[in-house]
């Protein structure tokens, strides 16, 4: 069974930034991408970015390119989502997901979710 933990949600003012974090203890090896999802009430659930953790390859939304930053540390089985000028409209549930298999920013086998962090923007 695959755990994912994030982690570093809160609130922020609009233009900061905020730091999140997904741990995936002794699975990290076996998922060929992990990735950030997030969800705002009344909406689906976006993916924002994903890493191709072998590769690593990084693919982003483009709501959210050019100001965050996904990226890995493999040596402690986790992910991170560094997030910068954030925007009112970057509110939302995010999700750390974890897949056996990956197409560019799609996670479309064996999707292992976390519990979500919340984010808010003000």
């Known amino acids: 069974h695959v755990q994912l933990v994030e982690s570093g949600g809160g609130s922020v003012e609009a233009g900061g930034s905020l730091r999140l974090s997904c741990a995936a203890p002794?699975?990290?090896?076996?998922?060929?991408?992990m990735g950030w999802f997030r969800q705002a009430p009344g909406k689906e659930r976006e993916a924002i970015a994903t890493?191709?953790?072998?590769?690593?390859?990084?693919y982003y939304a483009d709501s959210v390119k050019d100001r965050f930053t996904i990226s890995q540390n493999k040596a402690i089985n986790a992910i991170y989502l560094q997030m910068n000028s954030l925007k009112l409209e970057d509110s939302a549930m995010y999700y750390c997901?974890?897949?056996?298999?990956?197409?560019?920013?799609?996670?479309?086998?064996?999707?292992?979710w976390g519990q979500g962090t919340q984010v808010t923007v003000s």
């Open positions: 890493i191709h953790t072998s590769i690593p390859d990084t």
């Open positions: 002794g699975h990290y090896s076996t998922r060929a991408c």
């Open positions: 997901a974890s897949a056996a298999r990956c197409r560019d920013i799609e996670l479309v086998e064996g999707i292992r």
